[in-house]
Nanobody
Framework: QLQLVESGGGLAQAGESLRVSCAASGFSLGDYAIGWFRQAPGKEREGVSCISAGGRFTNYADSAKGRFTISRDNAKNMVYLQMNGLNAEDTGVYYC???????????????????WGRGTQVTVSS
């Protein structure tokens, strides 16, 4: 059974920080690139960040660059997304997902990700 479980979401004020975590079970997380996606109410799911299997390469959506940092600890089977300088537009359900490759690719293509968590809610008040 392959599972990803997100945690760390919550309520934050604009300008504050949160770190969401993604824990894997049933497979070796270190074999896969891991992406973070989010979905705001009434909007489509969008890619936020991706980290390659070895952690040496990262991608960020334009909205996340300079504010968010993705990292991983393969020994712990964990991936993290540190979110600084939050604003109301960051509100949404945050999902982690394992890509069907070791690399992130050029774009955030949801169909390229095989295993998804159920998400953790992040709410930012202005």
């Amino acid at each position: 059974q392959l599972q990803l479980v997100e945690s760390g979401g919550g309520l934050a004020q604009a300008g504050e920080s949160l770190r969401v975590s993604c824990a894997a079970s049933g497979f070796s997380l270190g074999d896969y690139a891991i992406g973070w996606f989010r979905q705001a109410p009434g909007k489509e799911r969008e890619g936020v960040s991706c980290i390659s299997a070895g952690g040496r390469f990262t991608n960020y959506a334009d909205s996340a660059k300079g504010r968010f940092t993705i990292s991983r600890d393969n020994a712990k089977n964990m991936v993290y997304l540190q979110m600084n300088g939050l604003n109301a537009e960051d509100t949404g359900v945050y999902y982690c997902a394992a890509r069907s490759s070791a690399g992130c690719g050029t774009y955030f293509i949801t169909s390229a990700y095989d295993v998804w968590g159920r998400g953790t809610q992040v709410t930012v008040s202005s």
